[in-house]
């Protein structure tokens, strides 16, 4: 991981006015965009606000009764990844989605090695992986060794070049089986199928597993009812503790706090007050609140507390949600600008889809979870071929008052 490094610069633009009379030159002083150091405490708000913002968004958009999961760490650290290859609009709109100022990648990068050192666990109860690659097209994308660079010295990145064109298959398997290892095999793949323009894949793979620091007994988990948000009523196996919980309320909910032996990892369970529809209340949750000032309202509470137990997996594509927060530029493929990426063989490169996919599981014993993120850049096709290979006109006009002042018929361009 790279040391924390400020960079500062003034961007000199010269401006050339022509005309009739000679001009000498203009010198313009523009400003960079911000190159301030990004704080840790920083990042920390913008990766939660801006998971709760895409959690909404998400449920809002969806408006489906299904378990949904997210990781936005994950997810961040994938844009923040690809954030490093956007260049003007398309960078200042990805950082307002991500919710930090318009900073420049080296700041955001120093920042994030030194989260994902502070987010280590501190002993062995507790395991959390967080693992990145980047995988592109040999023939059609030739990524700038800074780029490369600096996601291998900051995000720790495998990089990876694949035979995208020919070998689709070849790079389909090569990219999941990476990222089936790094999940311990609870994500066995993120991608179905290549498009053809697509070039660049990165990728994030985040796996944690630990211990409840107090474990439910096994011996008290019942089968009990559940009431679906339609009102029907189903039967499922219910893990219970009765002891001192860390508690909290506020108006619309209930929360528990279940700490993991690693103390400073928790889970937290949040109820609806009864008849609040869960989808209504996703929308209405003050995320921000909740991340700031839980600590300041937890009490402490004799309780006889029923968890179900649970295992699910979750795949979506974001694209329309990160569109909703902003980031709609990166997605065209004509207005998107990631030229800090390097090169590409012709056209121009834009995000084709974020995929995201997760692994949870809740027991008696503790959790366990895993997520993938899959950022993919594709490029635009190569402009129709034109070819002037036959006989043909030529006129050269003033356009200002509409004059011919050369027409011509090439028969022959050698004679």
């Known amino acids: 991981m ?182 311990e095999g609870k994500i066995e793949k993120i991608l179905e199928n290549l498009d053809p323009m697509e070039v660049m894949f990165l990728v994030n793979a985040l796996y944690f597993i630990g211990s409840w620091d107090h474990p439910f007994d096994p011996l008290l988990t019942y089968d009990g009812p559940y009431t679906l948000g339609n009102g029907n009523e189903i039967i499922t196996s219910y893990m219970s503790h009765r002891k001192q919980w860390k508690t909290f309320q506020r108006e619309g909910y209930q929360a528990i706090e279940s700490p993991f032996t690693d103390t400073a990892f928790a889970m937290y369970f949040i109820l609806p007050t009864e008849g609040r529809p869960i989808n209504d209340f996703v929308q209405s949750f003050d995320f921000q609140d909740f991340f700031k000032f839980r600590n300041d309202r937890i009490e402490r509470n004799y309780l006889d507390v029923s968890i179900p137990k649970f295992e699910l997996n979750y795949k979506v594509t974001l694209n329309d949600e990160l569109k909703t927060l902003g980031m709609d530029i990166a997605f065209d493929p004509y207005l998107a600008d990631f030229s800090n990426i390097g090169e590409v063989a012709y056209g121009n490169a834009y995000i084709s889809r974020v995929e995201h996919k997760t692994y949870l599981k809740i027991d008696e014993t503790g959790a366990e979870g895993a997520a993938v993120t899959g950022v993919g850049i594709a490029i635009t096709s190569a402009p129709p071929t034109l070819k002037f290979n036959r006989p043909f006109m030529t006129i050269l006009m003033h356009k200002g008052i509409n004059i011919p002042i050369f027409i011509g018929k090439i028969e022959n361009p050698n004679e």
């Open 2 to 183: 790279c040391r924390l490094n400020l960079f500062l610069g003034i961007l000199i633009s010269f401006l050339v006015i022509t005309g009739c009379e000679e001009t000498t030159p203009v010198i313009i002083e523009a400003e960079e965009p911000d190159l301030r150091g990004l704080q840790l405490s920083e990042m920390q708000e913008a990766i939660y606000t801006f998971g709760g913002e895409l959690f909404k968004t998400l449920v809002d958009q969806k408006n489906e009764a299904k378990n949904m999961v997210i990781s936005p760490l994950s997810i961040a650290t994938a844009l923040y990844m690809t954030y490093n290859g956007a260049n003007n609009d398309t960078r200042t709109a990805m950082a307002k989605t991500l919710n930090f100022e318009d900073i420049h990648p080296d700041s955001l990068n120093s920042i994030y090695s030194l989260l994902f050192k502070q987010i280590q666990p501190q002993n062995d109860s507790v395991l959390i992986k967080l693992a990145n690659a980047v995988f592109w097209d040999q023939d059609r994308m030739f990524p700038s060794d800074q780029f490369k660079s600096a996601l291998e010295m900051n995000y720790d990145a495998e990089l990876k070049t694949e035979d995208f064109q020919n070998d689709p298959e070849g790079t389909l398997e090569t990219i999941n089986a990476w990222v089936n290892e790094k999940t």
